[in-house]
């Protein structure tokens, strides 16, 4: 069995995050979806657990940050284009999503990125491993 990944975000409003995720074209496991949570499908091995704030505290101890206000993580996802890139980050703009960086292109890389509804930083990143520079920086 491949090895998965499940990202845990906590979420004000989880009828609204899915349906800001699904105008990206995002999926959802029945299964593992109710009042409280969803499973989003990134992919075969990547899926992103939405959650509400009380049930995602019920995992914790810890304050559970505003995203808006501090971050954590960045969630980066690999496209197949650069254009793919800039498809994702119009269609979160569409949805609600805003801005916080311009996108940047380091020739063989080109990344953009949008901060969710929760304030999440979502990352989208095209790479050619052919042109990657033998030494980095």
């Known amino acids: 069995m491949a090895t998965q990944i499940f990202v845990n975000l906590a979420v004000n409003d989880l009828d609204r995050s899915i349906a800001f995720f699904t105008k990206l074209g995002y999926t959802f496991n029945a299964q593992f979806t109710n009042e409280k949570a969803t499973c989003m499908i990134i992919s075969d091995t990547i899926y992103v657990m939405l959650l509400t704030r009380t049930f995602f505290q019920t995992f914790t101890e810890k304050e559970i940050i505003d995203a808006h206000q501090a971050i954590e993580t960045s969630i ?3 496209v197949d284009t650069k254009e793919a890139v800039n498809e994702m980050v119009d269609k979160a703009v569409a949805a609600g ?7 940047t292109d380091y020739g ?17 990143m095209w790479m050619d491993p052919k042109g990657i520079p033998e030494q980095l920086g």
């Open 108 to 124: 063989f890389m080109y990344q953009h990125s949008f901060d969710d509804l929760d304030g999440h930083h979502w990352e989208y």
């Open 97 to 103: 999503a805003t801005i916080p960086n311009p996108a």
């Open 76 to 78: 980066a996802i690999s």
